[in-house]
């Protein structure tokens, strides 16, 4: 069993900045990333990044969020810049294990950027 453990949220100023961790233990990690879902939506994808550390992203968020992992740590984060009313949503670390491809997600950390 993988448990999957995120920290970080909060709230912020539009303009700011926070930086969201996941980290997750019980297995090899292949694929690490985190999504969102804001009130009536659909759960999102926001970034991921594999352990060669390839990344993709959201088109909303290309150039103010950065996605890195720490592999030694199965850990990883989101450096989220610039921070819009339109990022406020609870924020999910979803981990992808390299044995069978299973599936696990944490519980979710709420972001709210308001003034």
């Known amino acids: 069993q993988v448990q999957v453990v995120e920290s970080g949220g909060g709230l912020v100023q539009p303009g700011g900045s926070l930086r969201l961790s996941c980290a997750a233990s019980g297995s090899s990690i292949a694929t690490m990333g985190w999504y969102r879902q804001a009130p009536g939506k659909q759960r999102e994808l926001v970034a991921r990044?594999?352990?060669?550390?390839?990344?993709n992203y959201a088109d909303s968020v290309k150039g103010r969020f950065t996605i890195s992992r720490d592999n030694a740590k199965n850990t990883v984060y989101l450096q989220m810049n610039s921070l819009k009313p339109e990022d406020t949503a609870v924020y999910y670390c979803r981990v992808v294990t390299q044995e069978f491809a299973r599936i696990y997600w944490g519980q979710g950390t709420q972001v709210t950027v308001s003034a």
């Open positions: 990044i594999t352990s060669a550390h390839s990344t």
